[in-house]
């Protein structure tokens, strides 16, 4: 049995301009409706890590008795009824026709698509997600809000090739929404926007990457609203025109060289490196094999920003002048690689620059290469060498 709703015409151009904002050129996005969880909106997520909830215009969220579970749009579909509705005054809206094998989408003038259902199964990504608790939040101008994220996110100076830019960390204060983004590891400067805001001030703060919400904000009207959320896990930008039209859910990221944390962690994982203790701030690999001297990985906001590697070579040492002068002797001889000493411990240590991330786990084997004819030395008996 066929089941028909229809849909304004500005709910699917809103959804188009949703889309567009989500997709990359290799990744393009959908929208999911989940008639039994949340029929009063469309879910688009961004390959950026972003929720979008695309809220209906109806009085009434979608229903029908014979509806259940996720119905999937492809980005295709949604673009030529946007297109078609946005350009035909007599399509004031379009209908979105279901039976158990295909949807069909209609004009008033009679233009469709017609699509076989995605599979039952959810698309990866689509699992629910946990916003955390609300930490504070204020209602700015949208259009003042987009030159600021905008001008926030515009790269400066001459770059390293695979380097990370930077988070725009978000904080609300009295009267305003305040955006600081730091390129001094980059060579420039830390800078911070403030929009005029109407808020409740809070410390938290959280980075955020533009790309989705930017794109989004661009299609605002000059009168749009946005009420931005400030949540343990996400930012949350709400659109208002009168009514709330749209919803994104932005994560919040690492600053500083944190950011570079899941790309180092997936370097060593194709590597094949074997991961000992693991925490947020460090880990451990004991090589590709599994058996080598256990080398710890951190990663540090020097300039450039940096991935540290160090490994213990030896203990109980005696801290005198004499072991001093052997150790700037060992700084001296080795190639990249550094010594210290804590409390009697001798510590070696190879630093690599976070945008070099694919060279860490090559570091790491070569610092254990080159410990393990140290530690065969100072096993025989030396004091140093």
């Not at 925490?279 to 951190?298: K, N, Y």
């Not at 072991?323 to 630093?351: H, P």
Request: glycine fraction near 8%; aromatic fraction near 8%; proline fraction near 6%.
């Amino acid at each position: 049995m066929e089941t028909s709703l229809p849909i304004p015409a500005k709910d699917w151009i809103l959804l188009n301009q949703a889309i567009e904002a989500a997709s990359s050129l290799d990744n393009p996005a959908v929208a999911t409706i989940n008639f039994d969880e949340s029929p009063d909106h469309w879910v688009v997520r961004s390959s950026d890590g972003s929720v979008i909830s695309v809220l209906h215009s109806n009085p009434e969220p979608f229903t029908h008795p014979e509806l259940s579970g996720q119905v999937t749009l492809m980005a295709g579909p949604i673009a030529f009824i946007a297109h078609l509705v946005a350009n035909n005054a007599v399509d004031d809206e379009a209908c979105l026709v279901m039976d158990g094998n295909y949807v069909r989408i209609e004009t008033v003038s009679g233009s469709s698509i017609v699509s076989d259902l995605a599979p039952p199964e959810p698309l990866p990504g689509s699992e629910p997600v946990s916003y955390g608790r609300l930490n504070g939040g204020g209602e700015v101008k949208a259009r003042d809000l987009a030159a600021a994220l905008r001008s926030a996110f515009t790269k400066v100076g001459v770059q390293e090739e695979r380097v990370l830019f930077p988070v725009v960390k978000i904080g609300v204060e009295k009267n305003a929404l305040a955006l600081t983004v730091d390129w001094s590891p980059l060579g420039a400067p830390q800078m911070t926007y403030r929009v005029e805001a109407e808020s409740v001030a809070s410390d938290h703060r959280a980075g955020i990457f533009c790309g989705t919400i930017g794109d989004l904000l661009s299609t605002a009207s000059n009168d749009a609203t946005v009420m931005v959320e400030m949540l343990d896990d996400f930012v949350r930008f709400t659109l208002f025109e009168g009514e709330a039209l749209w919803t994104v859910s932005v994560p919040s990221y690492s600053d500083g060289a944190r950011r570079w944390w899941s790309k180092v962690e997936r370097a060593f994982s194709e590597a094949g490196h074997h991961a000992g203790f693991a925490s947020e701030e460090e880990f451990t690999t004991c090589g590709p094999g599994g058996d080598a001297d256990a080398v710890t990985v951190t990663l540090h906001d020097t300039k450039p920003e940096t991935i540290r590697l160090t490994l213990r070579v030896g203990d109980n040492f005696e801290e005198t002048p004499e072991f001093y002068r052997q150790l700037s002797r060992l700084n001296s001889g080795k190639s990249g690689i550094k010594f210290w000493s804590e409390e009697g411990t001798l510590v070696a240590c190879e630093d690599v620059p976070c945008y070099r991330f694919d060279d860490a786990p090559a570091a790491a084997e070569h610092l254990q290469r080159e410990m393990v004819d140290l530690g065969v030395v100072l096993a025989a008996g030396s004091t140093l060498f």
